[in-house]
């Protein structure tokens, strides 16, 4: 039997802290250095060419994670493998030279083009940072990669600003895409866009995957893009990933509570299949304190004493290969469909579940 190939890509137990300046005060105090725990024990894997959902409400360390796996920011600790190598402890021209392997495409396509830059030197300017090329070729090259973005090649003296919202982002999956790295880091790609732009922009994006072979990290609020996108889904929660799978399993039969409850909160189209909405309440833990054991214990419908004191690790969900949950009840709580939770769940804090 051959060994199972490894990963382009994995991140084991990756965390990153942003430390917290302390004030005059607490300095003289002698109080402890405090730092937002972003990112806590991240340990997730992206084959080649395949694609990687992050989902997660606002502020679950999404983006940190996709900077630290493309190294725009440093880790705090743990590992970033890339092919096996540590590409935390890359620097110089060894990191430099890495850099071609991952790129990112950013939310905010206004914001991430320089407006005073011309379509090829916006595009160019990764080619530019890694090779030696004249002008001349450098322009060749630009217009060459503009058609497979859906950009028409002669729109090279263009200013970002000349485009549509749309465009723009096209532009940036150009610039992404120009030195045909082997992973791409796509931080929320077409949440600025209007949905027909939305879907031009996902349908591109897995031509290119079907064409060129690259490896994605989706990081996004859109439920239904990762359906269309994505082979497996992973779920953060306060900097932690709580649940990991095959993209259609988990999202059909979500198993912990609160992939549950976020997915409850994602209007369904097809009204036979419309869950009973509930939102999960209670206060959400500070990610500068962040509470021992489990960190949705304020919040979920099943929590017992165990979880407040005990950190679940990911493990296997019974009966649903591929798939991994942070829970100490997965085996009670997995079946549990979101819409039945306000009457199987065990006894309730009030608070805990509260119809909207
Ligand atoms: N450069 C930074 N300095 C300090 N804190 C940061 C920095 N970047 C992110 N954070 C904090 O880290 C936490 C995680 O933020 P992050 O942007 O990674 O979340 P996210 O899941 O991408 O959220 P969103 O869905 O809103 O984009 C937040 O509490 C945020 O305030
Ligand atoms: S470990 Fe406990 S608190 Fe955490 S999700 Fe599972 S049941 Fe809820
Ligand atoms: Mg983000």
Redesign the pocket.
Known sequence: MSAPLAPLLETRGVVKH?PLHRTASEFLRGAPARA?H?VDGVSVSVAAGETLGLI??????????GWVIARLYPSTGGQVLFDGVDVSRLSGVHLRRWRRNVQVVFQDPVGSLDPRLRVWQIVGEPIQAQESVSRSRLRERVAELLPTVGLPSDCLDQYPHEFSGGGRQRLSLARALSLSPRLVVLD?PTSALDVAVQAQILNRLVTLQRERGFAYVL?T?NVAAVRFVADRVAV?YLGQVVEVGPVRDLLEHPAHPYTKALLAAVPVADARRRRARYRVTGEIPT?VRPPPGCRFAARCPFVIDRCRVEEPPLREVPGRPGRQAACHRVEEVGDIPPETLRTQAPPLPEAAVAAP
């Open positions: 942003f937002i972003a997660g409400e606002s502020g679950s360390g999404k983006t940190t994670l929320e990081i609020h953060m990610l």
